[in-house]
C-alpha cells in the first residue's frame, strides 16, 4: 500500500492506495430535502428563541437549535429555509463533532468526496479547510467566488461549515446571491441566457496537482450545466455560472464566452445588495444552499491560523424547467406586502 502522508491533526494530505477505491464520491440526490416541508417550519421555527435576518433576500441567523438534536420535521424545514434564505447562520454548535455534521449531511442527501481538498482520516466526506495545509490565497479558491464543486455532474445542494479555530479577527466570509443576479437582469438578457449551457472545469484542482504533487481521490470532473437554474426547493430561477469553475460558454466564440462570462462575475463581486457577509466565532456554523448562491472568504487573517470542517451534500442534475420556475422576486413581493399589510393592521388596531 502506497503510504499517506498523515499531519499530525490526522489529516490524509495526500491519498494512500485505499482512497482510490473511493469512485463512488459524487452520486446524485434521489430526493429533494426541503420540498414538501412545513411551509410555515412550525417544528422549527417554534424552537428559534431569536431570529436575525440579516437582509431581505439573503442571509439569516438563528439561536435556540442545536444542530445536533434536530427532529425529522426540523431537518427538513430546516433544508427549506436554507433553500429559501441562502445561507442560514448558527453560533456555539459545540456538539456537532465530525460525525454528527455528517449525520445531519445525510439527512439531505447523499454526501461528496472532494476530489482534492485533505479530509479527515476517519471520515472521507468531511473536508478539513486548514490554512497550515493550504495557505489562503486566490488558487485555492478561498478569495475567489464560487458555488461549491460546480464542475461535479452532481454538484453540491447543502454545504455544511463549521470553523473550530477562528483567527483573532479576519477570515470572514461573504455571499452572493445568484437569484437577484438572474432577477435584475433585463427580460431580454434572461431570455438569451436561459438558452445556455456552459462547462465547469476542475481545471485549477489540476494546476495544484501539478504544481504539489498532490494526489486526487479519483477523476477530476468536468461538467456541462445550464447557465440559468431553477432550484428545486423553491423554483426560483438563478445564474450558475461561477468564477472559479466555469471554463466558458458553450454554443459561442470565446470571445463572447469570455464577454458573457466577465459580466455575470463582475455582478457578483460588485453589487453589494447580491451580498451578505458572516464573522466566524469558534463553533459558529453556516449551512447555505449552492444552487441559489456564491460564496468567498477573505484571506485577510496571516498570520494568524484557522480550522474549519466542512461536509457538502451532492444535490440533482443541475436543471433549468422553462415552464415551472418562478422568482425571487416574484416570492419578495408577495411576502413583503403580506408583511406591510400585517404592520398597518397592527397600527389601525392600536390607534382604536
Ligand atoms: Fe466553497
Redesign the pocket.
Known amino acids: 500500500m502506497a503510504p499517506s502522508i498523515v499531519a499530525e491533526n490526522s489529516i490524509v494530505v495526500s491519498a494512500g492506495e485505499q482512497d482510490q477505491s473511493l469512485t463512488d464520491r459524487n452520486t446524485f440526490a434521489t430526493r429533494v430535502a426541503g420540498k414538501g416541508a412545513d411551509p410555515e417550519k412550525k417544528a422549527l421555527l417554534s424552537a428559534v428563541t431569536k431570529r436575525i435576518d440579516y437582509s431581505p433576500k439573503i442571509g439569516t441567523e438563528l439561536h435556540g437549535i442545536q444542530l445536533s438534536q434536530l427532529t425529522e420535521d426540523q431537518a427538513e424545514e430546516l433544508a427549506a429555509l436554507i433553500a429559501e434564505r441562502g445561507v442560514v447562520f448558527f453560533r456555539d454548535q459545540d456538539d456537532l463533532d465530525n460525525s454528527e455534521q455528517v449525520k445531519l449531511g445525510k439527512r439531505w442527501g447523499p454526501l461528496h468526496i472532494h476530489p482534492l481538498v485533505p479530509h479527515n482520516q476517519d471520515n472521507p466526506e468531511v473536508i478539513v479547510l486548514d490554512s497550515r495545509l493550504s495557505p489562503p490565497t486566490r488558487f485555492n ?1 478561498n478569495d475567489s467566488w ?1 458555488s ?1 464543486v460546480s464542475f461535479e455532474p452532481a454538484p453540491a445542494s447543502f ?1 455544511i461549515l463549521k470553523f473550530e479555530e477562528i483567527p483573532e479577527s479576519g477570515g470572514d466570509t461573504i455571499w452572493s446571491d445568484a437569484r437577484t443576479l438572474y432577477d435584475e437582469l433585463s427580460p431580454a438578457v434572461q431570455a438569451f441566457l436561459e438558452g445556455l449551457t456552459a462547462t465547469h472545469s476542475s481545471d485549477i484542482f489540476k494546476v495544484l496537482t501539478q504544481s504539489t504533487g498532490r494526489k486526487t481521490f479519483g477523476k477530476l470532473n468536468d461538467s456541462v450545466h445550464p447557465v440559468v437554474r431553477t432550484n428545486p426547493v423553491t423554483g426560483h430561477k438563478s445564474i450558475y455560472t461561477n468564477p472559479v469553475f466555469t471554463r466558458e460558454i458553450n454554443g459561442v466564440t470565446a470571445s463572447e464566452s469570455k464577454w458573457i462570462l466577465d459580466y455575470l462575475n463582475n455582478l457578483v463581486v460588485q453589487k453589494l445588495q447580491y451580498q451578505v457577509r458572516f464573522r466566524w466565532e469558534k463553533n459558529s456554523v453556516a449551512i447555505w444552499d449552492n444552487r441559489s448562491t456564491y ?1 468567498t472568504g477573505i484571506p485577510d487573517f496571516s498570520p494568524f491560523l484557522r480550522r474549519g470542517v466542512r461536509v457538502t451534500v451532492s444535490g440533482e442534475k443541475p436543471y433549468f424547467d422553462k415552464e415551472n420556475s418562478t422568482t425571487q422576486a416574484q416570492g419578495w413581493e408577495v411576502k413583503a406586502k403580506a408583511i406591510i399589510a400585517k404592520q398597518e393592521a397592527a397600527g389601525a388596531a392600536k390607534e382604536a
Open positions: 479558491t464560487h461549491d454545504s460564496h
